[in-house]
């Protein structure tokens, strides 16, 4: 069992930044792939970022080059930095681990007004 709890959403003009945070109840060792996916109002919920154990990363072409994926394995955090938001960022936000089976986060909320 692997619990997630994330923490850093808000409010943000655009152009600004927010950092997410997601704490993992489990050892990041043990966990393969992390990420963060969002669901925005009306729409589906879409990838955002990945990285796997081995530091690997992966990023949706949207938030490429305004996004970085982090891994603190020491802490058992996920941190997800978002720089030059935008109005088509706004989205619920949630951490997600696999390890044997898909594990999600609440949600955290990100509002990015124009």
């Known amino acids: 069992q692997v619990q997630l709890v994330e923490s850093g959403g808000g409010l943000v003009q655009a152009g600004g930044s927010l950092r997410l945070s997601c704490a993992a109840s489990?050892?990041?060792?043990?966990?393969?792939?992390m990420g963060w996916y969002r669901r925005a109002p009306g729409k589906q919920r879409e990838l955002v970022a990945t990285?796997?154990?081995?530091?690997?990363?992966t990023y949706a072409n949207s938030v490429k080059g305004r996004f970085t994926i982090f891994r603190d394995s020491a802490k058992n955090t996920m941190d997800l930095q978002m720089n030059s938001l935008k109005p088509e960022d706004t989205a619920v936000y949630y951490c997600?681990?696999?390890?044997?089976?898909?594990?999600w986060g609440q949600g955290t909320q990100v509002t990015v007004s124009s």
């Open positions: 997600h681990a696999y390890r044997l089976i898909d594990y």
């Open positions: 489990a050892s990041l060792f043990s966990i393969n792939v």
């Open positions: 990285i796997t154990s081995d530091g690997s990363t």
